[in-house]
């Protein structure tokens, strides 16, 4: 069965570092997302993808926050600076007519 | 952000019997309901999913009931099988313009089916 695919599993790095999550979407789907949860709370969405382009972002995805799809397969996201409340698990999600979404395994950042 | 709640933070049920996992959601602009499933250490797996066109979605051992004047839905699992155990979600979206796919959780609830 697809999956979606995300590395690392896990990523320690420093506050202020710069850190890049990949994922690799299901191959025929169209819509590509990110969601993260911190421990403890909810799973909350970050940023939607369609059309190499962002759909729609919450309130976290500020500045900091970038995505792209730099190839046919690869889905990233990219946290400029760290900050220690960055930390948590950030799942990749892809859909193909953007109702249901297939979870990949997600990254566990920690940020020291 | 209290749009979408699971008031049950854990439900413990007895192999064979039926499980029933409850969710509320306040925005009435949602038209589209989905429950995960999530074990340790893996992401949110898809189960069933329900469209607010409907009041009853059924899969298997899985059935997903909508009520939509209470805002209340209702996943029930029978039988249930202690494969079963697991953290379940609800979720929730609707369908207008860049929104889709934009999915609103609940907090989870940890259903444990023992032998």
């Known amino acids: 069965e697809p999956e979606v695919t995300q590395t690392p599993s896990h990523q320690v790095t420093q506050m202020g570092q710069e850190v890049i999550l990949r994922c690799v979407p299901i191959?025929?789907?169209?819509?590509f997302y990110w969601y993260r949860q911190i421990l403890g709370q909810k799973v909350e969405f970050l940023v939607s993808?369609?059309?190499?382009?962002?759909?729609?972002k919450s309130e976290i995805f500020d500045d900091q926050f970038s995505v792209e799809r730099p190839d046919g397969s690869n889905f990233t996201l990219k946290i400029r600076s760290t900050k220690l409340e960055d930390s948590a698990m950030y799942f990749c999600?892809?859909?193909?007519?953007?109702?249901?979404?297939?979870f990949g395994s997600g990254t566990q950042l920690s940020v020291l | 952000d209290q749009q979408v709640k699971q008031n049950s933070p854990s439900l413990s049920v007895q192999e064979g019997r039926i499980s029933i996992l409850n969710c509320d959601y306040t925005n009435s602009m949602f038209d589209y309901f989905l429950w995960y499933k999530k074990y340790p250490a893996e992401g949110p797996t898809f189960l069933i999913s329900?469209?607010?066109?409907?009041d009853k979605n059924e899969d298997g051992r899985f059935t997903v009931f909508l009520n939509k004047s209470a805002k209340h839905l209702s996943l029930h699992i029978v039988p249930s099988q202690p494969g079963d155990s697991a953290v379940y979600f609800c979720a929730a979206s609707y369908a207008g313009g860049t929104s889709y796919g934009k999915l609103t959780f609940g907090q989870g609830t940890i259903l444990t089916v023992h032998p």
């Open positions: 191959s025929n789907h169209l819509y």
């Open positions: 329900i469209s607010s066109i409907k």
């Open positions: 993808f369609y059309n190499n382009e962002i759909s729609e």
């Open positions: 999600a892809s859909s193909e007519l953007g109702e249901k979404l297939f």
